[in-house]
């Protein structure tokens, strides 16, 4: 089992920066494939950024790429989302969450097992 709590959401104005962190508990996070998903008002949930468990292979959807980082550091069980120029557009509630079959390759591909409860990200004007 693996809990999982997102942090740094919040207000930032459009082409400002945001860093998302995800604290997981459990001591074999590490061998967890990790994900950042958002959803916006009336909108389904998209997968953001993936990442695999050693952090050598990432994933991000296109309206993302160039402006968003995912990484982790598994000495502190932890997942991070880097936004930079953020837009309108990537007003959402941002999620974490985990997985432990997931091989590289399949970062993309739902479901993951484990999710947060979730943080606001509001980019405006």
């Known amino acids: 089992q693996v809990q999982l709590v997102e942090s740094g959401g919040g207000w930032v104005q459009a082409g400002g920066s945001l860093r998302l962190s995800c604290a997981a508990s459990?001591?074999?996070?590490?061998?967890?494939?990790s994900a950042w998903f958002r959803q916006a008002p009336g909108k389904e949930r998209e997968l953001v950024a993936a990442?695999?468990?050693?952090?050598?292979?990432?994933r991000y959807v296109d309206s993302v790429k160039g402006r968003f980082t995912i990484f982790r550091d598994n000495a502190k069980n932890t997942v991070y989302l880097q936004m930079n120029s953020l837009k309108p557009e990537d007003t959402a509630i941002y999620y974490c969450?985990?997985?432990?079959?997931?091989?590289?390759?399949?970062?993309?591909?739902?479901?993951?097992?484990?999710w947060g409860q979730g943080t606001q990200v509001t980019v405006s004007l």
């Open positions: 969450a985990a997985d432990r079959t997931k091989t590289d390759w399949m970062l993309a591909t739902p479901p993951y097992d484990y």
């Open positions: 459990g001591r074999t996070f590490g061998s967890y494939a």
């Open positions: 990442i695999s468990w050693s952090g050598t292979s990432t």
